[in-house]
């Protein structure tokens, strides 16, 4: 019987120690999907007309320190200063959904100035 000559390049194998246990493999993964396009979600914090913002605006608990009137055409939202009973800021807004702020301006001394209306339109 020959001898064999290891080959030039390669592992030992004759020799080598074995494992006296196994280790776990690897769970396999989980096979990839392809990605569908969603359809894009309508934007709900955006008023579609005069009436939806009359219902929404009305049925907000954050706005109980205003007084609010409704009109025909238009929707004004008051905010009073106590010991002047005269409003403190006042939001004036169209069917058209441009609103007007008014801002009340105490100079010194308690001086009431007249409002500065500023317009914003769509």
Request: net charge positive; with cysteine; glycine share 4%.
């Amino acid at each position: 019987m020959t001898e064999k000559k290891p080959r030039f390049g390669t592992l030992p194998v004759l020799n080598m120690p074995k494992r006296t246990h196994d280790t776990p493999k690897p769970k396999q993964r989980t096979p990839r999907s392809v990605v569908k396009d969603l359809l894009p979600v309508p934007r709900k914090d955006v008023y579609e007309n005069f009436k939806e913002l009359c219902r929404r605006t009305s049925g907000l608990k954050s706005l109980n320190d205003w007084n609010m009137k409704l009109m025909n055409d238009r929707f004004v939202v008051k905010k009073m200063l106590d010991p002047f009973l005269i409003p403190e800021f006042e939001i004036i807004i169209d069917d058209s959904l441009g609103f007007t702020i008014g801002p009340l301006q105490l100079g010194s001394r308690d001086q009431i100035f007249p409002k500065k209306f500023l317009y914003y339109g769509l």
